[in-house]
């Protein structure tokens, strides 16, 4: 394992990356203290293509419209508040 400090790891990123990229363990310190490991990022599975988003958009539950006016949108939803306090005993 290295040890780097803030400036340090500053001034030296592109081989800092490169040495996590290779395997070994760099961490970066701040007044002594570990606060950062580089390592590298897992790859999860492969890239999605446009036939998956097709079938996700033909298979999505509830397909519900976004309301076309905002402010139409926030004065039902406040009388439906309305009405439900009403309601209350």
Partial sequence: MTTYSVAEAK???PRLIDQALQGEHVVITRH???????RP????????TEADVEWFRAHRVGKITPP?????EVS???DE???RLDRLP
């Fill in 81 to 83: 508040e309305v009405e």
């Fill in 11 to 13: 001034n030296n990123l």
């Fill in 32 to 38: 002594g203290n570990p606060v950062v490991e580089l």
């Fill in 68 to 72: 076309l006016d905002a402010g139409a």
């Fill in 76 to 78: 039902r939803m406040r």
């Fill in 41 to 48: 990022v897992q790859k999860t599975g492969r890239p999605m």
